[in-house]
């Protein structure tokens, strides 16, 4: 699901948009974009199936979406490939179809890729050039709310660990599916905002707030005001249950 949330950083704008609004963007606005750095991020849940890679690009060609981090990818290995206008690194399992991170990259912002290291089928990290400062991109995927302490605690020490990796300098974003729910408890402001989709923030969600709030970040998705349609990145097979579960985090 692409997020809809954006702040500006000194040097190139990070803007990212819902589908629907890249697509209401008018010609003025279009020409504008040009000038910003689009980043997006959606749970594919695979690209294993086939056609479903081509499928993919055919929706950020027309959404305007520079860098996209994508989750469940589902291939096998590690590494980095090309498919006409797109480049695509991933970060996924040795041996099963399952998991897996990855950036799909537009060749028109290729000049501004830095370095690409994946880290597990859950986290992978990209570096970009900006104008006054460099950005590590951490794409992250985390385990559901009903996995064991176990895996949700190496899966946050291997993000920790990464996060305090990056260049003390660079502009730091993680964003991604973080299976986290941020409710509007006063006690977070301001590493959290007023605008989240939900109420009170479950398990996962206490987990990534104490990150956020521990790096002196904020999370971006639950800062700026929308309809609370526009807020949703999950909803149930049966289309009667709806979460936020998708964020961005930058410092």
């Known amino acids: 699901m692409i997020l809809d949330a954006a702040k500006t950083c000194s040097g190139k704008n990070i803007v990212t948009k819902s589908k629907e609004a890249m697509a ?3 010609k003025i606005q279009r020409m504008k974009r040009f000038k910003d750095l689009t980043i ?23 959404y305007y979406v520079d860098i996209t981090c994508v989750q469940e990818m589902r291939w096998i290995g590690l590494g980095t490939t090309e ?4 480049i695509i690194s991933y970060s996924c399992d040795n041996k099963e179809h399952k998991l897996g991170t990855g950036f799909v990259i537009d060749k028109k912002v290729k000049h501004l890729i830095m370095n ?6 859950r986290i992978c990290w990209l570096k970009i050039r900006g104008k006054f400062f460099n950005y590590s991109i951490i794409n992250a995927h985390a385990p559901t709310e009903d996995k064991s302490d176990t895996e949700k605690d190496a899966f946050y020490d291997g993000l920790r660990n990464l996060y305090d990796a990056c260049p003390k300098h660079d502009v730091k974003l993680i964003i ?3 299976n986290a729910q941020i409710g509007k408890e006063a006690i977070y402001y301001p ?3 007023k605008e989240a989709y939900h ?5 996962n969600g206490n987990s990534l707030i104490h990150l956020a709030a521990s790096r002196n970040m904020v999370i971006g998705t639950t800062l700026f005001p929308h309809k609370d349609i526009n807020k949703i990145t999950w909803r149930s097979p049966d289309v009667h249950h709806f979460s936020q579960i998708d964020h961005l985090l930058i410092d």
Request: hydrophobic share 30%; charged share 25%.
């Open 40 to 62: 997006g991020s959606w749970n594919v849940l695979s690209l294993y199936r086939s056609k479903s890679l081509q499928m993919l690009l055919d929706q950020l060609e027309k």
């Open 83 to 86: 498919k006409k206008n797109w």
């Open 191 to 193: 590493t959290t905002g």
């Open 176 to 178: 991604g599916d973080l």
């Open 199 to 203: 109420q009170e923030s479950n398990e």
């Open 116 to 121: 690409f290291q994946p880290k597990s089928p």
């Open 24 to 26: 209401r963007l008018s």
